[in-house]
């Protein structure tokens, strides 16, 4: 079993690519064309324990980019309800235990080329960390 936690890897294949939505959802930058992206964001929100355990805020910031203005605002909207109102996304080798997401910053226009819209949204995923054996 592998120590390094995978709550990036769960929330990108077991959540937000299972949903169908207009582009494979990839990690840490927009493809090419129509996209959706997961970034991890800097974060120094920690509490720990006398156990050795402790509570870790992971902020990340999901950004899509499409031709179509509304169908990248909408799916934004989308993934906005879907991950406030989750209510668990298990880690595969035991990592973490999730207990929640907050949206930080509401989803919002980023930039405009002459092709492509991109909008963002920030959220913080409290996740509990067990002391290692």
């Known amino acids: 079993m592998s120590d390094e936690m ?4 769960r929330l990108v294949i077991d959540v ?16 090419d064309g129509n996209s959706i992206a ?16 402790y509570r870790q805020n992971f902020a990340f910031q999901v950004m899509t980019k499409h031709e179509n203005q509304l169908t990248a605002y909408h799916t934004l909207l989308d993934i ?11 880690s595969a080798n035991g990592t973490y235990e ?10 919002n226009i ?14 913080s995923a409290a996740l509990f960390i067990k002391p290692k054996e």
Not at 80 to 88: M, P, V
């Open 6 to 9: 995978d709550f990036l890897e």
């Open 16 to 31: 937000l690519d299972k949903q169908g939505y207009y582009a494979t959802v990839v990690s840490p930058m927009l493809a």
């Open 38 to 53: 997961v970034m991890v964001m800097p974060a120094n929100d920690y509490d720990h324990y006398y156990d050795g355990s």
């Open 80 to 90: 906005a309800s879907l991950l406030k109102n989750i209510e668990d996304i298990p």
């Open 98 to 107: 999730f207990e929640g997401i907050d949206i930080t910053t509401d989803p």
């Open 110 to 123: 980023i930039t405009k080329d002459d092709k492509y819209y991109i909008f963002a949204a920030q959220f």
